[in-house]
């Protein structure tokens, strides 16, 4: 076991399929920044685990008990499943899979600093899915278990099912593979149920339909620029609040997915394909998706100032639009490499939209030196078995 092991995992943005990718099977496209989240792992003493994070002004102390981890006393018990629910569902994926292995488990201390937030106020990049999946490697390369991209990745939506089945997994794909990520998701409550019946190893294990991830080449010819809004939203709120609405039935559900599903397709050629113009014309068409989402169910998702980061943005050259659900957080622009960053840049500040230095990651290769402790990055898509490949419909 490595004395200290240190892992990171980026943000993301989506660039098209929102809500659609929701559902099992539903194709998005999401791409990995570099802003990150980082864990260090170390020996702990006087608890069995405990956690400290640069968005709480305090440690939490924690013990292993037949319910998973609970908060010792004199510590805070609302933390547990509250701000850090996703790293303790992290942890205690982890430990369950030793538990099932017959692998001892020692006392740990988890070190995590956050670059996904301002002033401690998120921006929408992903920072559950960023440090669920930094403590899941961290603690993995820690305890020397030799874990492929695939099995990071499965256990990361495993510990999120834990805590919420709604999200669709994009995220923790782009976090664990990072660079330009094609993503359709497996049905998260089948997991949750097969994890309750059987446990971690054996839904581990298991085929996941309709699940999968594939690279895609980063486009040429555009740069990516990303603009903040000034405030943050719950996607868990609007996903939850989408289901209530009255305009997310019948035809008009219906016929949200499978126009998301078409735009979606058409981002992917287009990158594959190495076609700017027809990018530029995709994300148009995915923002115009979520406009009519917005106004056959009134959730919220187009606010004013992503409205204005859009309509900025279209003015300087751009294709513009939110970046996943909306309601506040951020949005991206696709700009043509002839046209200025600059005065960009400047509209968007003077439209009160907040630009964030930010750049699309590449796609992680995997070098020597892969033990625990080392500075290895995630290996490429090329990493990823035949069951996340492909997908059934």
Do not use: N
């Not at 092991?5 to 943005?13: C, M, N, S």
């Not at 959730?299 to 996943?324: D, F, H, M, N, Q």
């Amino acid at each position: 076991m490595a004395a200290r092991t240190t892992r990171r995992a980026p943000g993301k943005l989506m660039v098209a399929g929102e809500y659609a990718v929701l559902e099992p099977g539903r194709p998005a496209v999401v791409v990995a920044v570099d802003r990150y989240v980082t864990v260090t792992v170390t020996a702990a003493e006087g608890a069995d685990v405990v956690i400290g994070s640069d968005l709480l002004d305090h440690e939490l102390r924690l013990r292993r008990g037949g319910q998973g981890l609970e908060a010792l006393p004199g510590q805070d018990p609302a933390l547990v499943r509250g701000v850090l629910a996703h790293v303790v569902s992290a942890v205690e994926t982890i430990e369950e899979l030793r538990t099932e292995r017959r692998l001892g488990l020692a006392p740990v201390r988890l070190s995590i600093r956050s670059d996904l937030h301002r002033g401690g106020v998120k921006t929408g990049l992903g920072s559950s899915a960023a440090v669920t999946v930094a403590t899941l490697r961290a603690l993995a390369d820690h305890y020397g278990m030799r874990l492929s991209a695939e099995d990071r990745f499965r256990l990361a939506l495993l510990a999120t099912v834990r805590v919420d089945p709604g999200p669709s997994g994009a995220d923790l794909a782009a976090a664990t593979w990072r660079g330009w990520v094609s993503y359709r998701s497996p049905d998260r409550r089948g997991l949750l149920d097969d994890l309750h019946r059987h446990g971690v190893a054996h839904t581990l294990g298991q085929s996941w339909t309709e699940c999968a991830v594939r690279p895609l080449p980063p486009p040429t010819g555009l740069a990516l620029h990303v603009g903040w809004s000034g405030s943050a939203a719950s996607t868990t709120a609007l996903v939850a609040d989408l289901a209530t609405r009255p305009g997310w039935q019948g035809v008009p559900r219906a016929r949200f997915l499978d126009d998301s599903e078409q735009c979606v397709s058409v981002v992917e050629r287009a990158l594959r394909g190495d076609e700017p113009s027809a990018l530029l014309d995709a994300v148009r068409t995915a923002r115009g998706l979520l406009a009519r989402l917005d106004e056959e169910t009134s959730l919220g998702i187009v606010t004013e100032p992503l409205r204005r980061l859009c309509e900025v943005a279209e003015s300087c050259g751009a294709a513009a639009k939110p970046s996943g659900a909306g309601g506040g957080d951020c949005g991206i622009a696709l700009l043509p490499a002839h046209r200025s960053p600059a005065l960009l840049r400047l509209r968007w500040t003077a439209a009160g939209i907040t630009p964030l230095p930010l750049e699309a990651t590449s796609g992680a290769t995997a070098g020597p030196g892969s033990g625990p402790g080392s500075g290895r990055e995630d290996p490429p898509l090329s990493d990823v078995s035949p069951s996340l490949r492909g997908h059934t419909r």
